[in-house]
């Protein structure tokens, strides 16, 4: 008896330290992507979030989305607590979760003051618009009507489905596209979304791109830890795109092996790309010089794409690491072709993303086309 009344003390303990709750306003994380660590209520019409990391050490990317539920019209002041780094992501509202609009901010060292008001009903504030695990299979539902084929790859750590949607040809090369390895990385996701439209779009060219090319597309390699929030890691507490190499999470393996399959039933991999955010726009890429082939088809695609979207900047850093166990190193090391990590800035303009995106597949379908 007495045990059980300490353990519901630690119980009710956890559950004020979870949540706010207050005859006028509740402050909530039960919903997919939901995310902050303790919620403290200051004064009447102030409130503490604090946000940490799934585990360390981490690149802090302070992800949170809550849900404010109020009986009445209010204002309120938010502080967001980040421990482990510093804000990144900045606020926005939404009344139905899709249509999101900036909000107002303060940063102040690891802390981010909002102040706002708050109408009566639900209103959900985030670092970014959602993106969730529900959107991927509407998404996925979507091109599997239109004549894709909805494969699973493998299993998450929580034996979440690792989806991949395949377009087949008549062919023996692949290309490769894959996605939100790191879960807050929306504006990556968008970018994706934007480009895999093209690639899968009514145009001539991508009709001829699908008819050279099979297609494993792979948009949510991480749904564990895109349902908790994390800021980065899968629920194993690893950097997914850290794992290519050792290759100890489900996720990557479950990419690999599928890899594997296609080249040890003859199948090449011809091209890669993976697609991320970061604080600004830039293209990752494998060096000229790397001994890929052909050794010239991102330099020639990038820089098109300048051509086309200009003055709109196109940032190209060339680079390699043989031990950090990117998927792009992975893929030229281990295929001898290009792969490109696509980053898009956090704040980057939502159209510009499209536009930048769309550009970009239209300029890479002809010249993947045209390999040998
Ligand atoms: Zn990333």
């Given at each position: 008896m007495k045990y059980a009344l300490i353990l519901l003390a630690l119980v009710s303990n956890l559950a004020i330290a979870d949540q706010c709750q207050s005859d006028k306003l509740s402050i909530h994380?039960?919903?997919?992507?939901?995310?902050?660590n303790q919620c403290q209520?200051?004064?009447?019409?102030s409130y503490r979030l604090t946000l940490k990391p799934e585990n360390l050490p981490i690149n802090p990317s302070p992800w949170y989305a809550l849900k404010l539920v109020s009986s009445q019209s209010q204002d309120i002041e938010l502080e967001l607590l980040v421990e482990h780094g510093k804000p990144r992501y900045l606020p926005k509202i939404s009344l139905d979760k899709q249509h999101w609009q900036p909000v107002d901010y303060q940063i102040d060292g690891q802390s981010m003051h909002i102040k706002l008001t708050l109408p009566e009903g639900t209103l959900w504030l985030a670092g970014q618009e959602i993106l969730d695990n529900d959107d991927y299979q509407q998404w996925q539902k979507q091109w599997q009507e239109k004549g894709l084929a909805l494969i699973q790859l493998g299993q998450s750590v929580q034996g979440k489905p690792i989806e991949g949607l395949v377009s087949y040809a008549d062919s023996r090369d692949w290309l490769v596209f894959i996605g939100?390895?790191?879960?807050?990385e929306i504006t990556g996701a968008m970018a994706m979304d934007h480009f895999v439209d093209e690639v899968l779009g009514a145009s001539t060219e991508a009709a001829q791109l699908r008819k050279r090319f099979n297609l494993l597309l792979v948009?949510?390699?991480n749904p564990d830890g895109v349902y908790a929030g994390n800021?980065?890691?899968?629920v194993g507490g690893v950097d997914l795109n850290r794992?290519?190499?050792?290759?100890?999470?489900p996720e990557v393996q479950a990419v690999h092996q599928y890899l594997q399959k296609i080249v040890a039933s003859?199948?090449?991999?011809r091209f890669a790309m993976d697609f991320h955010s970061t604080h600004h726009d830039v293209f990752y890429t494998m060096p000229t010089?790397?001994?890929?082939?052909?050794?010239d088809l991102v330099d020639n695609w990038l820089a098109k794409l300048a051509e086309v979207i200009k003055p709109y900047p196109v940032n190209i850093k060339p680079g390699h690491n043989?031990?950090?166990?990117?998927f792009k190193q992975y893929i030229a090391d281990t295929y001898g072709v290009h792969a490109v990590t696509y980053e898009v800035g956090d704040n980057t303009d939502r159209q510009d993303i499209a536009d930048v995106a769309r550009a970009a597949a239209r300029q890479l379908i002809p010249m993947l086309s045209a390999l040998p």
């Open positions: 994380k039960n919903f997919a992507m939901g995310r902050y209520q200051l004064a009447p019409d939100r390895q790191h879960p807050p948009p949510n390699m800021w980065r890691h899968n794992d290519w190499f050792s290759r100890e999470q003859g199948g090449k991999i010089d790397y001994g890929l082939t052909p050794p043989k031990d950090r166990g990117v």
